[in-house]
């Protein structure tokens, strides 16, 4: 069954209120008929109770589980239909009372109990009237055989309430709800509704009969605690699935973000590739217009050469980043090497670089030899992205100085420029794949990656780097390596 949003206006819900109350009136003139009218007063008073322990699901639409209906049931073969419907009401109150924080505004609080009332009386009255036609069919009198009309008023009940509710969702809220999903949505909630509304009821009433008011008591503590335990079972699914929620949600964020990624770092990889691709296609054109070119302006054939160098870093570093992703971490293939002239022919060949740039750039080792074991071809890479990055990212007559120390089974290898720096709310981020600082793609052709890499290298080979920098006034990168 379903429990009540308090948007409600217009025709429907008065005329399933006033339904309810003509109902009670009914019933209330009956009450002087009644027998054992102080065992009736604690059974409506159960009713209203029991709906405080009922549990509420939060599917697409609310589905609750109670006993309400079960004590409905139970007072039908004593009290007739208009007694069950008195219990309905009861039930409807105590639904109404479970929620009441709920209503802010007084009035929409009036007219969910008046539905409530309503809607429970209605359903619980027909249930009724069903139950007594087939026991006077079938002269049923026991409860075994009473099982029977008792099934089938739990259905009769249940389905009432749902189809009831589905009014409300269809004429109130305007929800375009297709019936046939909706009950089947609800089947499982309505199993479980008849089941203990059915055997609950049956109980219920020959303990009533047997024992009066204390048979009441006895049996309804089982099943108000099972209800109860339902109810923390239910809340403990909500809160998985509200868990679930969170981390898929969580998960498609991720996702959204690593597609954004992916589309700024092509955007870069294209806007990158194309200025070497041009370059190599206007020498290769002007090469076959002018066979003699490279001859006479030697410098054509460097320009090729180095744009071709540029792609190839390009797609070096993507495959690098993605051995680094899917493997776990970038091969080496390992060799003792003397760390001081891979250095110095790296700084060499940024030499032609830097003096384009009037950059002053020296290399200072402290000692003259230093072996290591490690990838000689990735530490030059190493030093590669860093003195690369320095030359790019300094001004003109600016400083870049590469230093080496050997200190306690380390080596401790420094490049230090005077160029634009890193913002100092960049630097925890400036290790991470495609990352740049804002504004320096105005100053310098990058893909965001060298960095992401030369931390991968260093780390493969058990070291460490860090940048310690300041804005406007330069960066030191510093590597450790074990010896
Ligand atoms: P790329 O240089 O190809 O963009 P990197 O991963 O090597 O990629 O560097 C990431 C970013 O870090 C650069 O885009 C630049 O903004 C910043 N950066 C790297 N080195 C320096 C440096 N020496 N001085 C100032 N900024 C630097």
């Known amino acids: 069954m379903h429990i009540l949003k308090p948007q409600l ?62 004590i409905g049931m139970a007072t039908i073969p004593i009290y007739g239909p208009f007694g069950a419907a008195l219990a309905g009401a009861a039930s409807g109150f105590g639904i109404w009372l479970a929620k009441i924080n709920k209503y802010r505004i007084w009035k929409d609080s009036i007219q969910v109990v008046c539905f409530n009332i309503g809607m429970f009386s209605v359903s619980m009255l027909i249930a009724g009237w069903v139950f007594v036609a087939i ?38 809220q305007g929800v375009d709800i297709n019936l046939k999903d909706y009950w089947q949505e609800n089947l499982w909630a309505a199993v479980i509704n008849i089941a203990i509304a059915s055997l609950g009821g049956g109980l219920l009433s020959s303990a009533m009969r047997l024992f009066g008011w204390k048979g009441i008591a006895i049996f309804f503590m ?89 792609l190839l870093n390009i797609v070096n570093n993507i495959l690098d980043l993605e051995k680094l992703q899917i493997e776990g971490g970038i091969p080496l293939d390992k060799t003792v090497f003397d760390l001081i002239p891979t250095i110095e022919s790296t700084v060499e060949s940024l030499r032609l670089q830097a003096t384009r740039k009037n950059i002053h750039l020296q290399f200072e080792p402290e000692t003259l030899s230093v072996n290591l074991t490690g990838d000689q071809h ?69 893909t965001g990656l060298g960095l992401a890499i030369t931390k991968g290298i260093v780390e493969a080979h058990g070291g460490e780097i860090s940048v310690e920098s300041e804005n406007e006034v330069g960066s030191t990168f510093t590597v450790m390596l074990p010896l």
């Open 9 to 70: 206006k217009a025709a429907y819900l008065p005329i399933i209120s006033l339904l309810g109350f003509a109902i009670l009136y009914h019933s209330a003139i009956q009450i002087p008929s009644f027998p054992n009218k102080l065992d009736l007063l604690f059974i409506l008073l159960l009713a209203a109770i029991s709906q405080l322990v009922a549990s509420t699901s939060n599917l697409e639409h609310v589905q609750a589980y109670e006993v309400g209906s079960a």
């Open 135 to 172: 026991q006077n069919q079938f002269e049923l009198v026991s409860f075994p055989d009473l099982i029977i009309p008792w099934v089938v008023a739990a259905i009769v009940n249940d389905q009432l309430n749902l189809f009831i509710l589905a009014g409300v969702l269809r004429f109130e």
């Open 222 to 310: 089982p099943i108000i605690l099972s209800s109860f335990s339902f109810r923390l079972y239910v809340r403990q699914m909500q809160s998985h699935l509200d868990n679930l929620e969170s981390i898929i949600a969580e998960r498609t964020h991720t996702l959204q973000d690593l597609m954004k990624e992916k589309d700024a770092f092509l955007a870069v990889l294209t806007h990158d590739m194309k200025s070497p691709l041009t370059s190599i296609g206007i020498y290769v054109d002007m090469i076959r217009k002018f066979p003699n070119l490279p001859i006479q302006k030697p410098h054509s054939i460097e320009t090729i050469a180095s744009s071709q160098q540029s």
């Open 378 to 446: 990735q530490i030059e890479r190493v030093m590669h992205n860093l003195l690369s990055n320095a030359v790019k990212y300094t001004p003109k007559e600016g400083n870049i100085c590469v230093s080496l120390q050997v200190q306690m089974e380390k080596i401790c290898l420094q490049v230090t420029d005077t160029g634009y720096g890193i913002p100092a709310e960049e630097l925890p981020f400036i290790f991470d794949r495609y990352r740049r600082v804002p504004g320096h793609e105005r100053l310098a052709v990058g």
